[in-house]
């Protein structure tokens, strides 16, 4: 089982160590992502209470299945605990369906509201194409500052496994195809997004994660 | 450009890698974690570990040799074999898997599929369907080949879709273990009936078996396991043979 530790973060600030709160909001499992920090050596803590993400100096929001799981972040008070930390401006990775939150809306659950960070809204492929979008493609990488993808050349191939797609936006900073160009990363001062999923995409996915680490 | 995986896949019994030839046979070829590393190293683009026993004995999968496995592991996780019910999938995935295959169960009761797709996503779950030649047409079988089902292999892969796969991992038992190369007819048959992507299994003895169930068998990936444990061609090898024959591969790996 993973372990829940709701107090960890104010624990390890103590010993000055940069938290990383993982925030559990019940969809899909979360070992993956936990273990990939795990592997970089980098204190996590995954967590469901919105005090735990306010304490934190980092927020992963991973996210696998529908978006209407993320309607569970606004019962539980998470929503507030990381636009205001977004506010703050402490760093925040959203992790596919985390980062198709990040934008205000998805054809996939129109009724749920996501943070609105971009205008768009999050759409379904084409039906020439199958879907889910499952395995790996390349990123096009359209802006060379990212901090999220420093070291990462142009043409790397990085795991996704989604439905639906971000379109192109002023943030993206890596474009991917498939039944035509969206969004693999997003990118704009303490906000990050990836829709592939970097803790399953080998040595390049551990980069970026450890890029994350060290903003 | 979205590529073709190449997956490697890990029969497991009693926590130890087996492989036999047409479900029978086994042979020991070593260490779960060690070997799923390897192939990792490699440039394996997917893992899936199957407890190849765990149905036909009844018992739960090795939760601690997934464990010990994912560990490790920063490229896609999939365990089968054993998965009856929603909590044997959330154990798996707790112990770091990212996605479960399922047959047996869920052929008994396909609401299994959806089950654990409304919980996990439709991403995290595989139906599996052994398929075997039967005239014209092709059945699906269970228990580890053991028990012919009554359902058409093209058809229940459309209804597992409908119910929520994610994917389907097609193995031939005709050809399983032969090296006689996969049956591109039965893989193009359903992966031209359903939307979400066929892997296919059974059969590879050379890396032109690839190459043709890629064009003629429009599968989206392949998986092999004897064709690696034995020495016969490693996946850096295999994936530039698919490379130069114009398969779109992940390279450098």
Redesign the interface.
């Known amino acids: 089982m993973l372990a829940r530790q709701t107090n960890g973060a104010a624990a390890a600030k103590h010993e000055g160590t940069v938290v990383i709160a993982i925030v559990d909001y019940k969809a899909g499992n979360l070992a993956s992502v936990k273990k990939a920090f795990d592997h970089l050596s980098a204190e996590t803590v995954v967590t469901a209470d919105p005090a735990a993400v306010q304490a934190a100096e980092k927020i992963i929001l991973p996210g696998v299945g529908h978006f209407a799981a993320t309607k569970v972040l606004d019962d539980a008070g998470l929503r507030e605990a990381i636009i205001e930390q977004i506010e703050r401006g402490v760093p925040f990775l959203g992790i596919c369906v985390g980062m198709q939150w990040m934008l205000a809306s998805s054809e996939e659950a129109p009724d749920v509201h996501g943070l609105a960070l971009w205008p768009g809204e999050c759409s379904r492929f084409p039906s020439g194409v199958k879907s889910p979008h499952v395995g790996w493609n390349s990123l096009h990488i359209r802006n060379g500052a990212s901090r999220l993808l420093r070291g990462i050349p142009d043409g790397t191939f990085v795991y996704f496994t989604h439905s639906y797609r971000v379109p192109l936006l002023s943030s993206t900073v890596a474009e991917c195809e498939y039944g035509g160009g969206f969004s693999a990363a997003v990118e704009q001062e303490n906000m990050f997004g990836a829709q592939f999923h970097p803790e399953k995409s080998g040595s390049a996915g551990l980069r970026m994660l450890e890029n994350f680490c060290q903003i | 450009?979205?590529?073709?995986?190449i997956i490697a896949c890990l029969d497991v019994d009693a926590g130890r890698v087996v492989k036999g030839t047409q479900f029978l046979n086994l042979r020991d070829a070593g260490d779960p974690a060690e070997l799923a590393a390897a192939h990792?190293a490699a440039g394996a683009?997917e893992l899936v570990l199957l407890d190849i026993t765990a149905t036909h004995e009844r018992r739960a999968t090795l939760l601690e040799t997934v464990r010990r496995t994912?560990?490790?592991l920063?490229?896609?996780f999939t365990v089968g074999g054993g998965v009856r019910t929603l909590e044997d999938a959330g154990a798996i995935?707790?112990?770091?898997a990212?996605k479960i295959s399922i047959n047996s169960a869920a052929i008994a009761d396909s609401s299994l599929i959806t089950c654990i797709a409304?919980?996990?996503?439709?991403?995290?779950v595989i139906v599996a369907i052994d398929a075997k030649r039967n005239g014209n047409g092709f059945q699906a079988w269970t228990s580890g080949g053991r028990v012919r089902s009554e359902k058409d292999a093209v058809l229940w892969a459309k209804e597992a879709e409908d119910r929520g796969a994610?994917?389907i991992l097609l193995t031939s038992m005709d050809r399983d273990g032969t090296g006689a190369g996969f049956d591109c007819e039965l893989t193009r048959a359903i992966s031209q009936t359903v939307?979400?992507?066929v892997i296919a299994s059974g059969g590879a003895g050379s890396a032109e078996d690839f190459v043709h169930v890629f064009r003629e068998g429009a599968a989206?990936?392949a998986l092999a396991a004897s064709i690696f444990h034995f020495g016969l061609s490693s996946i850096s090898d295999l994936k530039r043979h698919l490379l130069v024959a114009g398969i779109p591969m992940?390279f450098p790996?």
């Open positions: 450009m979205l590529t073709k995986r990792s683009d994912a560990l490790e920063f490229v896609p995935f707790d112990a770091g990212d409304q919980r996990f996503g439709s991403q995290a994610g994917e939307r979400i992507p989206d990936a992940r790996c």
